[in-house]
């Protein structure tokens, strides 16, 4: 063996036990009791990790993150390369990113190129998903492209009920769905009704109502779940299975946990800003900051996604991580010309929250230690689920055979939340600053390559890989 892990508590999604992991090159070889390296391999440097005190765990898996991502004026200010570091330092050893075909641009080419973005850059594994966008939706040439590209490793596609120039019309959203359907792949869809929302935008602009907190207010809860009956309703029709992200309240959760109670392959994922932060927030000091979409709910929402995650109708944590930095928050452009009277109204906002790093450690402090979920509904929501749901057959699990990802996680270990200084993501803020959360990953393996050490990167930007996913 090349690396034993000792001491630990294995924790799975199917249970809790105490073993030591044995791992050769990039595979898990062994799980038992007193694990010994072979002789003559300890002379050549075996490394053995003690985890006594602390968890193993499979790699965390967040699939749903957008690095930089252009939106408008502004790019998400994580790179493949920053924001894979800080993914690594909080656990996260495999991210799905996306593609965004422009207008004109064939699918296939907008894949090559956000590959030549990331390849060489991540420090863990990636994926993508592939974004069908309005124009792409009406071009069958570009819909019978879809086999190829879940042969190329991508088989989720990213559709949008809201956003002019991505928003699928109902038509489009059908023929859609059935085209990935026919490919063998999994649509994931933004469910808000955008016209709706374009209206109440408007109408509170016109009324002088500029300021952060009418973003929540024009976006409110029913036109989300209204977007999720549809997309459920339009996704039975076409024969195709579902994954609704970003969940952000109690009504759209009931809409998802209705279609599952009558069999429907339909999959619910959330994120740590909607169980942790508020609407309240966004009519604070620095309400800019809390600009995402679906918007920031009430405490009540709050409780009821927490309740559905333990209760399994809600699937996945992932964390939309998509950071701007306080001046682009606050109306600064990125090539760092001052708008002297920064945004002028809240649809200028760029929308986006981080939390790539924080995500395991969070739903550990605020999920498993505040009695939401048991250890093993942890592991399953943010390492199990996301590797089986979209097809990383060899993550996600701690067995022989699997890739040796796995974190040693010290549950005991706190920590102040504080960007810059404890969190490692590329921006001047967090939307949990001065949160302590109990519970850090330790170390951190990749692959079998040891890339976070007591706390420390010691990895490399370019030792992640592009995942080989199937579907189905
Ligand atoms: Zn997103």
Same mark, same amino acid.
């Given at each position: 063996m090349d690396i034993v892990i000792r001491n630990g508590t294995i924790i799975t999604a199917g249970g809790i036990f105490p073993a030591d992991v044995g791992i050769v090159g990039e595979r898990i070889t062994a799980l038992g009791e007193e694990l010994r390296p072979e002789l003559g391999r300890r002379l050549h440097g075996v490394v053995e990790l003690d985890a006594t005190g602390c968890y *193993? #765990? @499979?790699?965390?898996?967040?699939?749903?993150?957008?690095?930089?991502?252009?939106?408008?004026?502004?790019? /998400?200010?994580?790179?493949? =390369?920053s924001g894979t570091v800080a993914a690594a330092l909080g656990g996260t =050893? =495999?991210?799905? $990113?996306?593609?965004?075909?422009? @207008?004109?641009?064939p699918l296939l080419d907008a894949l090559a190129k956000r590959r030549t973005e990331a390849d060489g850059r991540v420090a863990v594994d990636y994926g993508l998903h592939m974004t069908v966008p309005t124009w792409h939706a009406a071009h069958p040439k570009e #819909?019978?492209?879809? /086999?190829?590209?879940?042969?190329? /490793? *991508? @088989? /989720?596609?990213? #559709?949008y009920l809201a956003y002019e120039g991505l928003r699928l019309d109902d038509a489009q959203l059908y023929r859609v769905m059935k085209a990935i359907a026919g490919a063998g792949g999994l649509p994931i869809v933004h469910c808000e009704n955008g016209p709706i929302c374009e209206i109440l935008r408007a109408q509170a602009v016109a009324q002088g109502n500029t300021t952060p907190i009418y973003h929540a207010l024009t976006r409110p809860p029913r036109q989300e779940a209204e977007a999720v009956s549809r997309a459920i309703d339009l996704a039975a029709l076409a024969g195709s299975s579902l994954y609704v992200v970003h969940v952000s309240c109690a009504e759209a959760a009931a809409r998802i946990a209705a279609a599952r109670l009558q069999g429907e392959p339909i999959y619910g994922e959330t994120c740590p800003q909607y169980l942790t #932060?508020?609407?309240?927030?966004?009519?604070?000091?620095?309400?800019?900051?809390? *600009?995402?979409? @679906?918007?920031?709910?009430?405490?009540?929402?709050?409780?009821?996604?927490? $309740? =559905?995650l333990a209760r399994r109708d809600l699937d996945v944590l992932a964390t939309d991580h998509c950071p701007f930095t306080t001046d682009e928050k606050n109306g600064i452009a990125t090539n760092g010309r001052p708008r002297p009277d920064g945004h002028a109204d809240f649809t200028a906002i760029p929308g986006g929250l981080p939390s790539i790093e924080a995500r395991l450690s969070l739903a550990h402090t605020l999920g498993v230690r505040a009695g939401w979920l048991t250890l093993e509904r942890w592991v399953e929501i943010c390492c199990t689920n996301p590797a089986r749901i979209f097809g990383l057959r060899r993550k996600g699990q701690i067995a022989p055979g699997l890739e040796a990802d796995l974190v040693i996680f010290d549950p005991d270990r706190r920590l102040t939340i504080q960007a810059g200084r404890t969190l490692h993501e590329r921006v001047d803020w967090s939307p949990y600053e001065g949160l302590v959360v109990q519970g850090w990953p330790r170390d951190v393996l990749s692959r079998g390559r040891v890339?976070?050490?007591d706390g420390e990167f010691v990895g490399e930007a370019g030792w992640g890989r592009f995942v080989l996913r199937e579907q189905g």
């Amino acid at each position: 063996m090349d690396i034993v892990i000792r001491n630990g508590t294995i924790i799975t999604a199917g249970g809790i036990f105490p073993a030591d992991v044995g791992i050769v090159g990039e595979r898990i070889t062994a799980l038992g009791e007193e694990l010994r390296p072979e002789l003559g391999r300890r002379l050549h440097g075996v490394v053995e990790l003690d985890a006594t005190g602390c968890y *193993v #765990l @499979p790699g965390a898996i967040d699939p749903h993150v957008h690095l930089q991502m252009p939106a408008g004026h502004y790019v /998400s200010s994580d790179d493949f =390369t920053s924001g894979t570091v800080a993914a690594a330092l909080g656990g996260t =050893t =495999t991210v799905i $990113d996306f593609v965004e075909p422009k @207008p004109g641009e064939p699918l296939l080419d907008a894949l090559a190129k956000r590959r030549t973005e990331a390849d060489g850059r991540v420090a863990v594994d990636y994926g993508l998903h592939m974004t069908v966008p309005t124009w792409h939706a009406a071009h069958p040439k570009e #819909l019978d492209a879809l /086999s190829e590209v879940v042969e190329a /490793s *991508v @088989p /989720s596609f990213k #559709l949008y009920l809201a956003y002019e120039g991505l928003r699928l019309d109902d038509a489009q959203l059908y023929r859609v769905m059935k085209a990935i359907a026919g490919a063998g792949g999994l649509p994931i869809v933004h469910c808000e009704n955008g016209p709706i929302c374009e209206i109440l935008r408007a109408q509170a602009v016109a009324q002088g109502n500029t300021t952060p907190i009418y973003h929540a207010l024009t976006r409110p809860p029913r036109q989300e779940a209204e977007a999720v009956s549809r997309a459920i309703d339009l996704a039975a029709l076409a024969g195709s299975s579902l994954y609704v992200v970003h969940v952000s309240c109690a009504e759209a959760a009931a809409r998802i946990a209705a279609a599952r109670l009558q069999g429907e392959p339909i999959y619910g994922e959330t994120c740590p800003q909607y169980l942790t #932060l508020t609407v309240d927030d966004l009519d604070g000091p620095h309400g800019e900051r809390f *600009v995402c979409s @679906p918007p920031l709910r009430s405490q009540a929402d709050q409780a009821v996604l927490w $309740d =559905t995650l333990a209760r399994r109708d809600l699937d996945v944590l992932a964390t939309d991580h998509c950071p701007f930095t306080t001046d682009e928050k606050n109306g600064i452009a990125t090539n760092g010309r001052p708008r002297p009277d920064g945004h002028a109204d809240f649809t200028a906002i760029p929308g986006g929250l981080p939390s790539i790093e924080a995500r395991l450690s969070l739903a550990h402090t605020l999920g498993v230690r505040a009695g939401w979920l048991t250890l093993e509904r942890w592991v399953e929501i943010c390492c199990t689920n996301p590797a089986r749901i979209f097809g990383l057959r060899r993550k996600g699990q701690i067995a022989p055979g699997l890739e040796a990802d796995l974190v040693i996680f010290d549950p005991d270990r706190r920590l102040t939340i504080q960007a810059g200084r404890t969190l490692h993501e590329r921006v001047d803020w967090s939307p949990y600053e001065g949160l302590v959360v109990q519970g850090w990953p330790r170390d951190v393996l990749s692959r079998g390559r040891v890339i976070v050490r007591d706390g420390e990167f010691v990895g490399e930007a370019g030792w992640g890989r592009f995942v080989l996913r199937e579907q189905g």
